[in-house]
């Protein structure tokens, strides 16, 4: 073997050795390493976990305006109510200064006696 093959030879082999460290090299550097799966992991838990907490709080003002619309009703209710007990209480008093005696009340529903504590 002649100086001139055995350093194609040689030079082959150190091409062939630096290519395949190069591969090597290239590859590992373009794998994604564990804790690139962890993080895109976390990512991803932590956009749904605040998709969630939007989709929860949406759901809570909701909830808090249809709460303020029932509150207005009702209080809308006892201010009716309120009014009723007193028209009543002034045709009771009208019909008993004109000597007559009102018509005695049907009782009162069973569902209406927690709320009712008026004597009429």
Same mark, same amino acid.
């Given at each position: 073997?002649?100086?001139?093959?055995?350093?194609?030879?040689?030079?082959?082999?150190?091409?062939?050795?630096?290519?395949?460290?190069?591969?090597?090299?290239?590859?590992?550097?373009?794998?994604?390493? *564990?804790?690139?799966?962890?993080?895109?992991?976390?990512?991803?838990?932590?956009?749904?976990?605040?998709?969630?907490?939007?989709?929860?709080?949406?759901?809570?003002?909701?909830?808090?305006?249809?709460?303020?619309?029932?509150?207005? *009703?009702?209080?809308?209710?006892?201010?009716?109510?309120?009014?009723?007990?007193?028209?009543?209480?002034?045709?009771?008093?009208?019909?008993?200064?004109?000597?007559?005696?009102?018509?005695?009340?049907?009782?009162?529903?069973?569902?209406?006696?927690?709320?009712?504590?008026?004597?009429?």
């Amino acid at each position: 073997m002649s100086n001139a093959e055995m350093w194609t030879a040689v030079s082959g082999g150190v091409v062939g050795v630096a290519s395949a460290v190069a591969t090597f090299w290239g590859g590992r550097a373009a794998r994604r390493t *564990r804790r690139d799966h962890r993080r895109d992991d976390f990512t991803v838990v932590t956009d749904r976990m605040e998709k969630e907490i939007l989709r929860q709080a949406k759901q809570l003002n909701n909830l808090a305006a249809a709460a303020e619309v029932q509150e207005q *009703r009702l209080e809308g209710a006892g201010v009716a109510i309120s009014y009723l007990i007193e028209r009543v209480r002034g045709l009771t008093t009208w019909v008993r200064s004109a000597g007559l005696e009102p018509p005695a009340a049907p009782p009162i529903p069973e569902r209406a006696r927690e709320f009712i504590h008026h004597d009429v």
